[in-house]
C-alpha cells in the first residue's frame, strides 16, 4: 500500500480483508483490468470497495507534493470498475452516479443507466429515489422504472417507505403509456382494494 495516499486511506485499507487487499494489489501491480472470474464478491466486497474509494476521492484533493495522484486514480478506477460489474445496491448506484455527474461524465452516466436497468431490482431503484436528492439521479431510476413491468412495480405499494414513488411510476404508466394493467392496479388502490392480502 502506498503510503503517499493520506491517513484516511490508510485507515480505510487496514480494514479490507485481505482478500479484497491481494486483489487489488495484484491488478495494480499487473496494470490490467481486473478479471470478472477472479472476484469473490459479496455485499462485504460492496461496502470494502465503496469505501476505499469514497477515501480516495475525498483524499485526491489533496496537494499533488504530498499525493500519489496518479496511483490514486489508478486504484480509484479499480473499485469503479468492479463495482459497476457487480454491485446491485442503490447507495453505490448514487455514490457512482454522483462522481460521475461531479466530472460531467455524461458516457459514464448512461453506462450507469443501463446498469441500472439490466441487473436492479424494483425494489433497489425505488430506494435510489428514496435515498438521493440529486435530480438527475431521481430522473434516471424513474425513467427505468417506467419501463419495467407492472408486477416488479405494484408489489412495492404495499410498503409505506416505497408507496409514493410506486404509485407516481404507475400513473405515469397508466397515462403516459397508456398501459392498462397499471390502470387497473391504480382502480383498485383507489377502490380500497387490500393489497396485504
Known amino acids: 500500500m502506498n503510503k503517499n495516499f493520506g491517513t484516511r486511506v490508510e485507515n480505510v485499507w487496514k480494514d479490507l480483508r485481505p482478500i479484497t487487499k491481494e486483489f487489488l494489489v495484484d491488478v495494480l501491480k499487473t496494470n490490467k ?33 504530498s499525493v500519489d495522484i ?15 460489474e457487480k454491485t446491485v445496491s442503490a447507495d453505490i448506484f448514487i455514490q457512482l452516479a454522483k462522481r460521475a455527474l461531479k466530472r460531467n461524465d455524461f458516457a459514464k ?5 443501463d446498469i441500472l436497468h439490466e441487473r436492479f431490482a424494483a425494489g433497489e431503484i425505488i ?23 407492472v408486477s416488479s412495480i405494484a ?30 392496479v391504480l382502480e383498485g388502490l ?3 382494494f387490500n393489497f396485504n392480502s
Request: hydrophobic residues 40%; negative net charge.
Open 109 to 113: 452516466i448512461d453506462k450507469l443507466a
Open 70 to 84: 496518479k496511483e490514486m486514480k489508478r486504484l480509484a478506477d479499480i473499485c469503479v470498475s468492479v463495482l459497476e
Open 190 to 192: 383507489e377502490a380500497g
Open 33 to 65: 483490468k481486473p478479471k470478472k472470474q477472479t472476484v469473490s464478491y459479496d455485499a462485504h466486497s460492496d461496502w470494502e470497495l465503496s469505501r476505499l474509494l469514497g477515501a480516495l476521492d475525498a483524499s485526491s484533493g489533496m496537494k499533488p507534493d
Open 155 to 184: 408489489p412495492h405499494i404495499k410498503d409505506p417507505l416505497y408507496f409514493e414513488i410506486a404509485c407516481n411510476v404507475l400513473d405515469q404508466q397508466a397515462n403516459e403509456f397508456q398501459n392498462r394493467e397499471a390502470k387497473q
Open 127 to 149: 430506494e435510489v429515489i428514496r435515498a438521493t436528492e440529486i435530480p438527475q439521479i431521481s430522473a434516471i431510476a424513474y425513467e427505468t422504472l417506467a419501463i419495467m413491468p
